[in-house]
């Protein structure tokens, strides 16, 4: 008998089934962290949250990567923008991040040059047709777009381009999970590992920090199955006090990741520290554009001042990645901000916890 996976995955009984294993192996409440913004969309449209006892609390963290960028990056891209000559090439979710004064949609209706890419080699075309514009490519995103984003500046510089940047604000996740550890406002007894990053960076990537913490920590897929069978094995982890650290999601993550993308990486970029909104500045979590590639740094090529600027006034977004905070327990949820007016980046994006809340809570 051949069986449909991709069905199972999200077979009811299958999920009735290991939600009843959960609830019979929970023995005290426990707060569990899902780091992935896509999980957290998945956990609320498949209604996963149903299915738990009360005990287990899903908290989401600093998984989205529009959400964690900076105020001071956002201001910059909007910045940019203004110039003379320039075309910005962005992924979508970046178009309607406030800033402090404006955003790329705003600047774009003003008639600025932004042009919205669904993948980096878009970009590279867009500077290979017009010569007599500079083009920069708004790099945000985790391990998973990293690899992309480095392979587009490899064919840049096969082609020798001179008038395409990248302004990288890339940022890497294992270091995020430390940071959460030493903050003192935050209480997590488990972590659901996200899918997309672990294919790239694979199990093993997480291990120093399993080892400084000895939290359990599961990685996952995205469908119902994926990550209620995660959530069982945290919590069967919790209730024989065995932590550990495991793949629920073998057939996309190996321990080792995919050692051609983590190739291109190294080749491109170089760590830094880098500044996470919630979080501050984490030591060696950015991707800064080293060796050969560092003449497509858009930062130093427009010798961009990128200073401190503070979040929006009544903004819980910080606290809310943090998991200290719901996006219910933000005073602007749902009254000042939403959707269609924005005040944070977690309303804006399609990862965004106040997003997921707005659409699937009522």
């Keep these: 008998m051949t069986i449909n996976y991709s069905k199972a995955y999200r077979n009811p009984e299958i999920s009735r089934s290991l939600a009843a294993q959960i609830k019979a192996t929970c023995n005290r409440p426990i707060r569990l962290m899902e780091v992935c913004g896509t999980h957290t969309m998945a956990i609320f449209r498949h209604g996963i949250r149903s299915l738990l006892p009360d005990d287990i609390s899903l908290l989401s963290g600093p998984g989205c990567p529009v959400c964690v960028t900076a105020q001071a990056d956002i201001d910059a891209f909007v910045a940019l923008a203004r110039r003379e000559q320039v075309i910005i090439a962005t992924f979508g979710d970046l178009m309607r991040v406030p800033g402090s004064g404006s955003s790329l949609q705003k600047e774009s209706a003003a008639g600025a040059d932004v042009r919205v890419v669904y993948s980096p080699m878009d970009a590279v075309r867009l500077a290979r047709e017009n010569l007599h514009k500079k083009v920069v490519f708004l790099g945000v995103g985790f391990e998973t777009t990293a690899p992309t984003i480095g392979a587009a500046m490899m064919m840049a510089r096969q082609y020798e381009l001179e008038n395409f940047f990248v302004y990288s604000a890339h940022k890497t ?124 740094d858009a930062v130093a090529h427009f010798d961009l001042q990128v200073t401190e600027t503070p979040e929006p006034k009544g903004c819980a977004c910080g606290e809310i990645l943090c998991g200290t905070k719901t996006p219910s327990q933000c005073t602007l949820f749902r009254n000042v901000c939403t959707p269609m007016n924005p005040v944070g980046p977690c309303m804006v994006s399609s990862e965004g916890t106040c997003a997921a809340y707005y659409r699937f809570s009522t």
């Design 173 to 296: 996740v294992p270091p995020a999970l430390a940071a959460l550890m030493a903050n003192p406002d935050v209480r997590i007894d488990g972590f659901i590992l996200p899918g997309h990053v672990s294919v790239i960076i694979g199990t093993r990537a997480y291990q120093p920090f399993f080892d400084a913490f000895r939290l359990p920590c599961v990685v996952t897929g995205f469908e119902p199955v994926d990550i209620l069978q995660g959530v069982l094995q945290l919590v069967q982890m919790l209730a024989q006090g065995t932590p550990g650290l495991a793949n629920a999601y073998p057939r996309a993550v190996t321990d080792e990741g995919n050692a051609q993308a983590r190739q291109v990486m190294t080749q491109v970029f170089t760590p830094c520290d880098a500044p996470w909104r919630g979080l501050g500045v984490i030591p060696g979590s950015g991707l800064a554009l080293g060796g050969a590639f560092a003449v497509f």
